[in-house]
């Protein structure tokens, strides 16, 4: 690991003074900015990413998107400095109190060294700690006087493998279960793409003759949907989840929790008589699973393996009609409304459907608008793998960075495929540092900032919460072009669709990031 993401303090300088000239070092100017980049890079190259955060205050800043890397099962490893060792036993300035309870429950493991000596072998579990299932953050605290320290001996290195190959005896109880349904489904995750598992999915899919939803938030897209056997993502509450699955007598979830709810909408987990099987590498996921017979695996090996041990049957034709918001847990406020907003502002239905007409071959989306999702995946259907990403853990904040860490992997790994991040005014506030990286990398992203003047989601949930009266929902008087040049990103306003599509066109044949806000109607999306 030669690339590093960070934002350096007093207490970390000593890990990177004589920094060498082959390795590179991503200073983002906060450090959810760096954490988030970070993760968004090591998706985007496969590999394990390093981040270096100053000490105890670094990492609480950092802690939001640290949440969203471990529930995206992002492989980083974090380091934050640590006072001297001779001075611990008073808490300095700038100590790290408790340095390893600091980052729990949300990383795979914490450790500050017990000697100096042991540093180079603490980096090296850590490293195996983070790439094994399943994938993870992990932390160091490393005091500042440690790197002075004679090793002795030798720095060892060794591998590890990161795969958990299924019981094959229960995989083939799992099959024939599959194999004498009626009415199968199968229910992807995020782990499919995360393991470059379309192919299996789809082999699977097409033996067993089978609907395929995406499992509910799913925060990759686990399968083609423009595949004439995909009928769109699970909602995201129990009741309404059942309904959707009505009419299936066997489902299985490969790559995913048994099932990311929220809001609560009461109902039964499961319509009556339907068998749930469920795989997946995290034995966490397994166990707190509220129904269903788990096996634990890595969700791309079990469903190659399951392609050979399921029977293909000629099954009778089922009509499940595919949702016209496919992957997105709600759908769309106005699904057939006309063109044009109110007043001659475009609803974001408008301006989705405007980018879907300039969009680039393999462009990859990055989002986080949470109001406007239903409109956003109806008009940008996922064809390609490892072309969507957005956040698993529903905070925000972590998605405009982790769209600058994807697209520095795309030029690090030579796909150089073009970036698309698409965000609420409300989302934009949380990480906007994350420009400044994106202007000094020279990368040419283009960021859409959908500017409603609102929480637009929250509205919602004061809808279905029955909760009138909320303050802090609106939020006006926010000058997003000035804020994107101050850190020097081309930036202007536009609301004119025509001109949005060439200016976006424009940018994706620059050289560095252009932000355009685009002013759009107010509107509150169902959540149900």
């Not at 030798?154 to 599959?178: C, N, Q, W, Y």
């Not at 709600?330 to 502002?345: E, I, L, S, Y």
């Not at 989705?352 to 007409?357: I, S, Y």
């Not at 905070?395 to 796909?415: K, Q």
Request: charged share 20%.
């Amino acid at each position: 690991m030669t690339t590093f993401f960070g934002n350096p303090g007093s207490t970390e300088e000593t890990f990177l003074k004589d920094f060498p000239a082959d390795f590179t070092y991503h200073l983002a100017l906060q450090e959810a900015s760096a954490i988030a980049i970070a993760d968004g890079y090591a998706q985007a190259t496969g590999k394990p990413a390093i981040v270096n955060v100053h000490t105890a205050a670094g990492l609480g800043n950092a802690m939001g998107n640290l949440i969203t890397a471990f529930l995206n099962k992002t492989p980083l490893i974090v380091t934050a400095g640590q006072q001297t060792r001779e001075m611990l036993l008073m808490e300095p300035w700038l100590t790290n109190v408790d340095a390893t309870m600091l980052p729990r429950p949300w990383v795979k493991w914490a450790y500050e060294p017990a000697r100096p000596e042991d540093v180079p072998a603490a980096l090296m579990r850590a490293y195996a700690t983070a790439v094994q299932a399943p994938a993870g953050p992990v932390f160091l605290s490393l005091p500042l006087d440690d790197w002075d320290k004679p090793l002795s001996g030798e720095a060892l290195l060794r591998t590890v493998g990161h795969r958990v190959a299924p019981d094959m005896e229960r995989l083939k109880s799992f099959a024939d279960i599959l194999s004498a349904a009626s009415a199968p489904a199968l229910i992807f995750g995020a782990a499919i793409d995360r393991g470059n598992g379309w192919p299996a999915a789809v082999a699977l899919a097409e033996k067993l003759g089978a609907a395929v939803y995406a499992a509910p938030a799913s925060e990759r897209t686990p399968f083609p949907e423009d595949h004439p056997l995909y009928v769109g993502g699970l909602p995201f509450a129990i009741g309404p989840l059942a309904d959707r699955l009505k009419g299936h007598d066997v489902a299985i979830v490969i790559g995913a929790p048994v099932f990311r709810y929220y809001p609560y909408v009461a109902g039964g987990y499961l319509p009556a008589g339907l068998t749930l099987l469920h795989i997946s590498d995290d034995p966490a996921e397994t166990s707190r699973a509220p129904v269903g017979d788990s096996l634990v695996a890595d969700a791309v090996l079990a469903t190659a393996a399951l392609v050979d041990l399921v029977e293909k049957k000629e099954r009778p034709a089922r009509t499940i009609a595919p949702l016209a918001q496919r992957m997105a847990p709600h759908p769309a406020r106005h699904p057939d409304a006309a063109p044009g907003g109110k007043d001659g502002v475009p609803m974001a239905a408008d301006v989705f459907a405007a980018l879907a007409e300039i969009r680039p071959d393999h462009a990859v989306l990055v989002e986080e608008t949470p109001s406007n999702l239903a409109d956003l995946h109806r008009w940008w259907p996922i064809t390609e793998p490892a072309s969507f990403f957005t956040f698993a853990s529903g905070g925000l904040g972590w998605s405009l960075p982790a769209s600058v860490g994807i697209a520095l992997g795309e030029r690090d790994t030579g796909r150089k495929r073009p970036v698309l991040m698409i965000v609420g005014d409300g989302s934009f506030q949380y990480s906007l540092q994350a420009l400044w990286t994106a202007v000094q990398n020279d990368l040419p992203m283009v960021f859409i900032v959908l500017r409603n003047g609102e929480y637009g989601i929250l509205k919602s949930f004061a809808v279905l919460e029955e909760t009138p009266g909320v303050p802090g929902l609106d939020i006006p008087g926010i000058d997003i072009v000035s804020l994107a040049r101050g850190y020097g990103c081309d930036a202007e306003r536009i609301s004119d669709l025509e001109a949005l599509k060439a200016r976006v066109t424009a940018g994706f044949a620059g050289n560095r990031p252009v932000v355009i806000e685009v002013p759009i109607s107010p509107d509150i999306p169902p959540l149900i």
